[in-house]
């Protein structure tokens, strides 16, 4: 196993709380490729079977789907250490959900069901590691329905207090742009503009491009 596949297994959740040695000691013991998807190649379409574990060694995956009005929205980006779909894999309907590629030259191991079950065996804490990911997951997702009954304004002011807190500090620095900021709650670019603007002319923050300062 190389040094870079190693870093990636290293920063993935599965692994958790594993050594370097106890990473490559487990992996030893299961069968896994590290395959490479150049820039701008599909790693999934939507509908396709998950029927591999996969995890993000170097590069970047984005995951996207179409819109019922016909816009391609990009929903995630996947990192070194990512698992692509994990939820999806013992799934009983374990079909993609959306479009999964490549945004530059991309390299993924790639571990069969039954190896990740073979993991899982050969240590307590893989597979504690794999039922707190999926934990995860449910709560994001739990979080997401619970927003579409939000108001605009309220769904931006929750975003700042978990940037806040996650930042720790006023003054936030904002990784999205204003679209994808705006995908990402599920709303209109202009929507999430006016709100904006509504908040900076009542005194509540202030923006100098990508960083809002909260003033209350």
């Known amino acids: 196993m190389d040094i ?6 290293s920063s993935c959740q599965l692994f958790k709380g594993l050594t370097d040695e106890e990473i490559m000691n487990a992996m030893h013991s299961v069968r896994y490729r590290v395959l490479t998807y150049k820039r701008g190649t599909l790693f999934a379409m939507a509908g396709d079977e998950c029927l591999h574990a996969d995890i993000v060694i170097s590069g970047e995956m984005t995951a996207s789907m179409m819109s019922p009005s016909g816009k391609i929205i ?5 990192h070194s250490g990512n698992m692509l779909a994990p939820a999806f894999l013992f799934a009983a309907d374990n079909h993609y959900p959306v479009t999964v590629e490549a945004v530059v030259d991309t390299r993924v191991l790639r571990l069969m069901r039954t190896d ?4 899982i ?6 597979a504690f590691n794999e039922i707190r990911i999926l934990s995860n997951i449910v709560s ?11 108001s605009v304004r309220e769904k931006v002011e929750i975003y700042f207090k978990e940037e806040q807190k996650k930042q720790q500090s006023r003054h936030l620095r904002i990784p999205l742009s204003r679209q994808a900021l705006a995908e990402h709650f599920g709303i209109q670019k202009y ?5 904006l603007r509504e908040m900076q002319e009542a005194g509540e923050i202030q923006i100098e491009g990508r960083v809002v300062h909260l003033l209350k």
């Open 140 to 150: 994001f997702l739990t979080k997401k329905v619970s927003m579409l009954s939000m």
């Open 4 to 9: 870079d596949t190693l870093r990636g297994l």
């Open 121 to 126: 065996l050969i240590d307590s804490r893989i």
């Open 116 to 119: 990740v079950e073979a993991l």
């Open 191 to 195: 929507s999430l503009q006016r709100c």
């Open 74 to 78: 990009t929903l995630n980006l996947h």
